[in-house]
């Protein structure tokens, strides 16, 4: 029989020396990750016995065994699951699927992360957790289905390599044992496992058990004390969603959470229900308090995990909830689904369609409950989740007004950390104004002294300040009650009709200049136009309706993508006297080179004021000079 060594990759190696070296709490998480494991494997072992009888090649129930060695100092965590090839084997112990990796490590090394070990299941890496309290874990292993007794034997002291060889094995399975460090013995004292079980596994639908020793009376000498072993059931089983709500508590509810989602906080809200009618099902689910560290990651495993008949079917089920409610963990269990569907099968399938409406229709109507009744915990949800849940705005037609209703925006009328609603900003609309209107940009405090607000707080219009990088695509195209998104850095924008002699009176005086304005920047501009939006300042740069934002355009260009420079318009303040002055330097000399550097600066200013840099940052800087030097000799 030939023994292979084999290194781990450089992550994995990573991600050992941090889980042997930097997680000191909470070690005993170790056996809930193992236990999880050995569900999951017993749960694809069951699923696929209902269309492949081979798979039951032994009599036993399914169950997860814990044995104690005290003489060896190991402890086994053994199950009739589906087992491991050789291959499987290596590859899942041996790799992380992970693409981030680097963010991923960080995440590992996080503060988070060492207070609260529990939080490595979410990176799909629990089974490293035994070598928090083991210095040698050894794992057997034969498929289900697999001939013959054979099987595998995998082996880490957890030093930058495995082994991995062939041995004989009875049934098919897992067994796991780890040769636990010197000081982690507790972990083989009985009431220790009895309470991490209760702890951590209670909600575990397979038995977990373990053999009890007890003292009996002698049969024939009564007053002679006997040592019996039994098979003791350790854990509840309660599959927690089929019972009343009534007979939950709260803390049950917690529990079964961070059971499910290997988060250590408590839930935001929980939603318990049960449908009747066209679909049956239960539906038990969470919305959390803090986004898990993972969300962000493209190996994100959304879904609710779906139950046909309390059969588990499916861990991760994406069929069963809408993108942009990715956050919520919860648990669904059909009564009309065949036990036998397949991941394919529930793309297209009508109960999980209607299932999904149903779900969606509750976390909508439970988020819009708590913003109404539960405000501040409302408040840290839409911290956390809402740049998530706007996505719906975009991609859920049918719900956008009522998503709509759940965003929460600052203003240029609230204070720093209040915010108003879409339906708070039409209410207190003025008389006149038909549009929503918002500005996007990175900081609130930034935004506030924008140009492009000056003619909006002048008339007293709220404009929403929007800060997340999906806003300008989700929300331009939003339309709430018939009342439209409007950026107030994009088209033509006149706010008062009364000032519109004004303003043909400033283009007959201007005209000339704005062409010649033009006439100079042609390569950069497609129009310079007087501005009904601005008050004091003398210039900004505007893009026309449906074009891209100048904050979209940076946020594609910084991920890589191609963005086609479009020309924007340069739009004048008539009432600036810098227009009066430049109209007196023009009537002297049609072609004053002095008026074609002062173009290219308010150019430059524009640039400047929208966020971005003038064209040529040393000619800009050069040309500041000159004037303050043309100043000083005025002024001296
Ligand atoms: P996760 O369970 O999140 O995928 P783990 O590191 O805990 O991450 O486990 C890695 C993989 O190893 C599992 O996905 C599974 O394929 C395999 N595995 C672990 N334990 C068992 C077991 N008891 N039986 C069968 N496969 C197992």
Not at 85 to 92: F, G, L, M, Q, S
Not at 120 to 138: H, R
Not at 247 to 257: C, G, R
Not at 482 to 496: H, M, Q, R, Y
Request: hydrophobic share 35%; glycine share 6%.
């Amino acid at each position: 029989m030939t023994v292979k060594k084999m290194d781990f990759k450089t992550e994995t190696k990573q991600i050992l020396d941090l889980v042997v070296h930097s997680l000191y709490s909470h070690k005993e998480i170790f056996l809930r990750e193992l236990i999880s494991n050995a569900s999951d494997a017993i749960d694809k072992a069951h699923f696929q016995s209902l269309t492949d009888k081979e798979i039951l090649d032994d009599k036993n129930p399914w169950k997860i065994k814990i044995e104690v060695d005290k003489d060896a100092g190991t402890l086994t965590i053994r199950d009739n699951g589906i087992g491991m090839t050789k291959e499987d084997a290596i590859r899942e112990l041996g790799t992380i699927a992970h693409s981030g990796t680097k963010e991923f490590l960080a995440a590992m090394q996080s503060k988070e992360v060492k207070e609260n070990p529990e939080l490595i299941g979410q990176f799909g890496v629990g089974f490293y957790s035994s070598f928090m309290v083991a210095d040698k874990v050894t794992v057997i292993s034969r498929k289900a289905g697999t001939k013959d007794k054979k099987g595998i034997k995998w082996e880490s002291t957890a030093d930058g390599s495995f082994t991995i060889e062939d041995v004989d094995k009875e049934e098919k399975g897992t067994e796991i044992t780890l040769h636990l460090k010197d000081e982690e013995k507790k972990y083989l004292e009985e009431w220790e496992i009895r309470s991490v079980v209760k702890k951590y596994s209670d909600f575990i639908e397979h038995p977990i058990v373990m053999d009890i020793e007890r003292e009996e009376e002698g049969k024939i000498d009564k007053s002679q004390k006997v040592k019996v072993k039994e098979e003791e059931t350790l854990n509840a089983r309660k599959a927690i969603w089929l019972k009343n709500k009534s007979d939950i508590t709260e803390a049950e509810y917690n529990e079964f959470y961070k059971h499910l989602s290997h988060d250590y906080t408590d839930p935001a809200k929980v939603v318990h229900y049960k449908a009747e009618g066209a679909s049956e099902f239960t539906a038990l689910f969470y919305i959390p308090a803090i986004r898990p560290m993972d969300i962000l990651y493209k190996e994100y495993k959304m879904g609710l995990t779906l139950y046909a008949k309390r059969v588990k079917i499916i861990e991760h089920c994406e069929a069963l909830i809408q993108p942009y409610l990715r956050f919520v963990k919860g648990v669904v269990d059909s009564s009309d689904l065949p036990l036998n569907v397949s991941r394919e099968m529930l793309q297209n399938n009508r109960q999980v369609e209607t299932m999904k409406n149903s779900i969606t229709t509750k976390v909508l109507g439970t988020l819009n409950d708590m913003k109404k009744n539960d405000y501040d915990k409302y408040l840290k949800f839409y911290h956390e989740f809402g740049r998530i849940l706007k996505e719906g705005i975009h991609f859920d037609f049918s719900k956008r007004e009522q998503i709509g209703e759940l965003l929460l925006f600052p203003s240029t009328k609230t204070d720093k950390e209040s915010f108003r609603t879409i339906e708070d900003y039409v209410g207190d609309m003025k008389e006149g104004q038909e549009d929503i209107y918002y500005i996007t940009g990175t900081s609130r405090d930034e935004v506030l002294k924008s140009p492009y607000l000056e003619a909006f707080n002048e008339k007293g219009y709220e404009v929403l300040i929007l800060l997340d990088d999906i806003d300008d695509i989700v929300m331009g195209q939003f339309e709430y009650k018939g009342k439209k998104f409007k950026s107030v850095i994009k088209g033509d924008i006149t706010l008062d009709e009364t000032k519109k002699d004004e303003k043909e009176k400033a283009q007959k005086k201007y005209g000339k200049i704005l062409k010649l304005i033009q006439d100079h920047l042609e390569e950069d501009l497609k129009e310079v136009r007087l501005s009904g939006r601005l008050k004091d300042s003398a210039c900004c740069l505007v893009a026309d309706e449906g074009e891209m934002d100048p904050q979209m355009e940076k946020l594609l260009k910084s991920m890589g993508q191609d963005v086609p420079t479009r020309k924007r318009i340069l739009e004048i303040n008539p009432a600036h006297p810098l227009f009066e002055a430049m109209s007196g330097i023009f009537e002297k000399d049609k072609k004053s080179e002095v008026l074609k550097e002062y173009a290219t600066l308010l150019y430059d200013q524009a640039l400047l004021l929208e966020g971005s840099k003038p064209k040529d940052t040393v000619s800009f800087a050069k040309a500041i000079a000159k004037l303050m030097v043309d100043n000083a000799g005025q002024n001296s």
